[in-house]
C-alpha cells in the first residue's frame, strides 16, 4: 500500500531526542513532530512503547494523544521498533528517526533510504536530510 504522505515517527527516539530538565523524556517533542510533519503535508503515525508511560515528563498529556489516537502504543512488552518498521514497509513510508536499526538491516534493506534524521532545538524539530523537504 503506497502513502506518499504518510511519516512513521520513532516515538521514544523523538520523546528522548531532547530531555527535560530532570532527563526524563519529553512529550512536547512528539508535540513539536507532529506539528512540522502536518505542516509539510505529512500523516504522521507515532508509534511508542508501552514503557515510555512511565518514564515521560507528562504522562496526562501522552495519555490524552494515546487516547485520540494522536500517538499509538505498541502493545506491552514488545519491541516498538518492530512495529515502526512494519508500518513503515506497509506504507511504503519514512521513518523519522535517529536510530539506524543496525539489527533490522537485513529484514528491512530500505532502511538507510528512508531514514530521516532530526534534532529538537529549543522545543522545533529540525530534519536533516532532503527527503521530507520536498513536501509542499
Not at 99 to 117: F, L
Amino acid at each position: 500500500m503506497k502513502q506518499d504522505r504518510v511519516v512513521v515517527v520513532d516515538g521514544a527516539n523523538v520523546a528522548y531526542a531532547e530531555k527535560s530538565a530532570d532527563g526524563a523524556p519529553r512529550v512536547s517533542n512528539l508535540v513539536a513532530a507532529v506539528k512540522l510533519l502536518q505542516e509539510k503535508g505529512y500523516s504522521p503515525i507515532i508509534i511508542v512503547d508501552a514503557s515510555l508511560y512511565h518514564d515521560i515528563d507528562d504522562p496526562k498529556q501522552l495519555d490524552g494523544l494515546l487516547e485520540n489516537q494522536v500517538i499509538h502504543q505498541a502493545p506491552s512488552q514488545t519491541d516498538a521498533d518492530y512495529f515502526v518498521l512494519e508500518t513503515a514497509d506497509r506504507y511504503d513510508a519514512w521513518i523519522l528517526t535517529n536510530d539506524n536499526y543496525e539489527e533490522y538491516r537485513d529484514d528491512y534493506t530500505w532502511i538507510e533510504e528512508r531514514r530521516v534524521p532530526f534534532m529538537v532545538i529549543n522545543d522545533d524539530m529540525v530534519l536533516y536530510g532532503p527527503q521530507l523537504e520536498q513536501a509542499t
